[in-house]
Nanobody
Framework: QVQLVESGGGLVQAGGSLRLSCAAS????????MGWFRQAPGKEREFVAA????????YYADSVKGRFTISRDNAKNTVYLQMNSLKPEDTAVYYC????????????????WGQGTQVTVSS
């Protein structure tokens, strides 16, 4: 069992930055690929970024490529999402997810999900 707790969300002006963190409980964090997803009001949940077990491979949605960076610190059982050049369309609840495999799936079939953190970007 893995519990995920996101933090770092908030209100920011367009063009600003935020760093989200996701702290994982339990052992064997390095055995999990991790992902970030988001869901805006009235929209489907969408993939944002994912990272392999050792951080060696990262994946991004086209909409955030070049602006967002996913990283992880296995010693701290934490995955991060650095978000720069934020846009109003980035406004959503951001969710962290974990899957017990070395590389993330190309869908949302993750084993564990956090409760989400709100990110609001004002224009």
């Amino acid at each position: 069992q893995v519990q995920l707790v996101e933090s770092g969300g908030g209100l920011v002006q367009a063009g600003g930055s935020l760093r989200l963190s996701c702290a994982a409980s339990g052992r064997a964090f390095s055995g999990y690929a991790m992902g970030w997803f988001r869901q805006a009001p009235g929209k489907e949940r969408e993939f944002v970024a994912a990272i392999s077990w050792n951080g060696g491979s990262t994946y991004y949605a086209d909409s955030v490529k070049g602006r967002f960076t996913i990283s992880r610190d296995n010693a701290k059982n934490t995955v991060y999402l650095q978000m720069n050049s934020l846009k109003p369309e980035d406004t959503a609840v951001y969710y962290c997810a974990a899957v017990y495999r070395l590389y993330p799936p190309m869908n949302d079939e993750y084993d564990y999900w956090g409760q989400g953190t709100q990110v609001t970007v004002s224009s």
